[in-house]
């Protein structure tokens, strides 16, 4: 459909042209209001008709109970980590460190509290996830921390730990919607928007209501789980149109089966990829086999300048933003749910013949 490439990025990443087509359809005129969802007053009837169904709809889509909270807030994945110690750190917490968000989150927390990092993959280049016996957790920790999938490194919890009566925390920027997960399991889960539920702007936090307490006095009001909780995420303006973005991406996941079927897809998708490059000594995968991502899939030719002609002769094929991020190099194919089967078959296609050519 009108030149539309198949857009590989970590993040924002690409919208399934369903819902593109949607939102164009109601961009000048929402439901026979005359104006734009853009235009709306947050407090209106209509908006908050959309506010509602978007909150019902991914309650509904990842089996969210009465016992969670959720939130839609700003200030991206990164607002909330900085949030996060300032409501529910009490004491000390642990941090489990798997890549590189979930070490700023750790270094973002120290500046309020005592944090205890449990875990590092450093020195494998964090390259795959800790083995749950590699785990050692502080019986008093107020909550513990992890990152579920490690969108720069591309490894991706399998079985999250069981943590007792510590209450677990996840970062699901990037992979939330993309997988069932039992809600019940964590204390509290956020994701910033632009990855697999919509665009920049917003970030969604789902938390256990009774882990919403008292914070910090320091905490700025927007910042404050029980002002967000007393004011229904409505404090201040909410990011109206990035969430109306995320109730169409709701329903196009909902049209198509739920997290059941895009689950599915996913993991027929990233075997294509990971078969590929198993069958071959051409890349190297740089996750270990039994961590690796669903969402984004890092490997590297045999040299960085072939990385990078990699690059730039799939964008001459429509395939963008394959290069890795700046901290690790390489290529990175960051295959969402919004990425449909025939980009992943194009993109092997394309690596197979960019091997024949350069091994
Ligand atoms: C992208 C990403 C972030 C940062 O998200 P922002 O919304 O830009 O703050 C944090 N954690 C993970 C896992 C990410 O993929």
Redesign the pocket.
């Known amino acids: 459909m009108e030149n539309r490439v198949y857009n590989f990025a970590?993040?924002p990443s690409m919208l399934a042209d369903d819902v593109l087509k949607r939102l164009k359809e109601e961009l000048f005129n929402y439901n026979d209001t005359g104006m734009s969802v853009m235009e709306m007053s947050h407090r209106s009837k209509i908006y908050l008709e959309i506010y509602e169904k978007t909150k019902a709809d991914l309650k509904k889509l990842m089996g969210i109970n009465e016992d969670y909270e959720v939130f839609f807030m700003h200030?991206?994945?990164?607002?909330?980590?900085a949030s996060l110690p300032m409501n529910l750190l009490r004491n000390r917490a642990d941090y489990i460190v798997t890549?590189?968000?979930?070490n700023?989150?750790a270094k973002e927390a120290m500046k309020y509290g005592q944090v205890n990092v449990i875990y590092d993959g450093k020195d494998n280049g964090y390259a795959r996830i800790p083995d749950l016996k590699e785990l050692f957790f502080d019986e008093d920790a107020d909550y513990i921390h992890l990152?579920?999938?490690?969108?720069?490194y591309g490894t991706e919890w399998k079985i999250f730990p069981d943590t007792g009566n510590i209450p677990l925390i996840a970062?699901?920027?990037?992979?939330i919607l993309s997988r069932k997960v039992n809600v019940s399991n964590f204390g509290m889960i956020y994701?910033?928007?632009?990855?697999n539920m919509g665009i920049?702007g917003l970030?969604v936090i789902i938390i256990k209501k009774d882990l919403i307490k008292d914070a910090m006095k320091i905490t700025p009001s927007i910042m404050d789980y029980v002002l967000s909780q007393k004011n229904d995420s409505m404090l201040n303006t909410p990011a109206t149109y990035p969430l109306y973005v995320l109730g169409k991406v709701l329903e196009w996941l909902d049209e198509l089966g739920g997290i059941d079927e895009i689950e599915k897809r996913n993991i027929a998708k990233a075997k294509v990829l990971y078969d590929y490059l198993d069958s071959q000594s051409f890349y190297k995968p740089h996750a270990e086999k039994d961590s690796r991502s669903l969402m984004n899939v890092t490997f590297t030719t045999p040299d960085p300048e072939l990385d990078a002609l990699f690059a730039s002769e799939a964008t001459k094929q429509g395939m963008v933003n394959l290069k890795g991020h700046r901290l690790v190099g390489g290529i990175r194919a960051s295959i969402y749910n919004a990425m449909p089967a025939e980009g992943v078959n194009k993109l092997v296609t394309f690596m197979d013949e960019f091997r024949k050519e350069h091994e």
């Open positions: 970590a993040g200030g991206g994945a990164t607002g909330v980590f890549g590189n968000f979930s700023k989150a990152c579920a999938n490690n969108t720069i970062d699901m920027s990037s992979d994701a910033g928007a632009q990855k920049a970030a």
